[in-house]
């Protein structure tokens, strides 16, 4: 199973863009990587996931070393509405989310 | 697309009762639902695995006969928690599967559980 390491917390200024790192050393090479966001008491809502390639969509782009080992997930003008919990996840093999601790981002007007 | 959504929202029930608690998948078709709880600042648990039309999967440590699932139809899935206790009281989260998708799993809301 693919561990997830996020640091625990970071701030960004509104209008700037958010740069979420996660660690994931022990993927396997056909494990995708999945970000999601829960904002205070709510369910959690799927941002984007991805195998090798980078890729983006309305909500944020998402970039994926080449040995596959760490992902940055961007949001490219964080606004107020951003400030949550970030988890990056690398499901196993039965479709089961392990959630980690997630990243608290703030973001600060 | 893709919406899930949860009954009740929050509910409040005494020592001793049970509770249900409703996931439907209203725009697709789930066959694999799962269930999560979460304590105030921590990060969401996996409870088990629900899959249409047979027994749930539970976590090691969830008790199976506390925590009944049923997950009778490819829309609905339900959580019982039995014989409830203060320390049950938490945030209960489910989430389903879409067949065609990949990995990507849909969160409901969430119900929010006190027992007193």
């Known amino acids: 199973d693919a561990k997830t390491t996020q640091p625990t917390s970071m701030d960004c200024a509104e209008g700037r863009a958010a740069n979420l790192p996660c660690n994931h050393s022990?993927?396997?090479?056909?494990?995708?990587v999945y970000w999601y966001r829960q904002i205070h008491s709510q369910g959690p809502q799927y941002i984007i996931h991805g195998l090798k390639n980078n890729e983006t969509n309305e909500m944020a782009s998402l970039i994926i070393t080449e040995d596959r080992k760490s992902s940055t997930l961007i949001l490219p003008h964080a606004t107020l509405r951003d400030t949550a919990v970030y988890y990056c996840?690398?499901?196993?093999?039965?479709?089961?989310?392990?959630f980690g601790t997630g990243t608290r981002l703030k973001v600060l007007a | 697309g893709a919406v899930v959504s949860q009954h009740p929202s929050w509910v409040i029930c005494k020592s001793g009762t049970s509770v249900k608690i409703e996931c439907r998948s209203l725009d697709f078709q789930a066959t694999t639902m799962f269930w999560y709880r979460q304590f105030p600042k921590q990060s969401l648990m996996l409870m088990a695995t629900?899959?249409?039309?047979?027994?749930?999967?539970?976590e090691q440590g969830v008790e199976k006969d506390k925590f009944l699932i049923n997950h009778a139809s490819l829309t609905l899935s339900t959580l019982t928690v039995t014989s409830a206790h203060p320390e049950d009281s938490s945030f209960y989260i489910c989430?389903?599967?879409?067949?065609?998708?990949?990995?990507?799993?849909?969160f409901g809301p969430g119900t929010r559980l006190t027992v007193t």
């Open positions: 989430s389903a599967r879409r067949p065609s998708g990949i990995y990507e799993q849909y």
């Open positions: 022990t993927i396997s090479g056909n494990e995708y």
């Open positions: 629900s899959n249409e039309g047979s027994k749930a999967t539970y």
């Open positions: 996840i690398v499901p196993r093999g039965t479709y089961k989310y392990i």
